[in-house]
């Protein structure tokens, strides 16, 4: 079912009252049982730990199926009224043409979200106010479709659907080496190899996104996209 909501209450999706720089980040995470576990900049790089040359998925397919499913949620104004809706859409046309894509785990019942996800938000709309076709998939952690909903109105991007979070959380909270929430991985929009495991720290220190999306300086990241492609293909097959 649709959910509607009301636009004038303390959430606008349009912009974000508390600014990146004013925001305070906590910087210990919170584990899945609420309690605090090592700060994400402790954790080891995106580069030691996963390989970035390789893409993740077999060349020619579209990873972000492979990953969320096919459709995601998204939130949608209602013609003429104050109100908005979650709605579903494929998630091949969602994250089409988008070149940097950030999973972002977290939930409402966790402090340190509370106090990233309004950072991340503003960081979020400042990328895509520069053109940076920077898209963020949010995994919930949250124990019930009620605090789903209510957490999800602080959000600008997009969600997994509630039907399917757990399998998918459980796949990519594996994958991508969440130790504890907030967790936030920037990956290509392209191949969907990974940048780093580390966005929540990269945000911090690079707020203006100067640097982003942090590729890795690895001499296969120096080579042009179709010499990229060509031996991604070559692996996979």
Known sequence: ?????????????????????????????TDVDGDSVVSSSDETSAYDEIETTESAYIYGTNPWVDMFGDTLYRWEMLPKTN?????????????????????YFSASWCGPCKQFT????????????????????????????DDFIKYYQHMPWLAVPVEVIEKVAQVLATKYKMKGIPHLVILDGNDASVYTLDGRTMVAKDKYGLEFPWVPRTLFNALPAPVKRYIKNQIDT
Do not use: C
């Open 83 to 103: 109100e908005q809706e979650i709605v579903a859409e494929k998630t091949s046309d969602l994250l089409a043409g988008k070149k940097t894509i950030g999973i």
């Open 118 to 145: 309004p950072a991340l938000a503003q960081f979020y709309n400042e990328m895509n106010k520069k053109g940076k076709k920077f898209e963020i998939v949010w995994v919930s952690r949250d124990q019930t479709t």
């Open 1 to 29: 079912d649709l959910i509607n909501l009301d636009t004038d209450s303390d959430v606008n999706h349009s912009e974000n009252a508390i600014e990146l720089e004013e925001t305070i980040l906590d910087s210990s995470e």
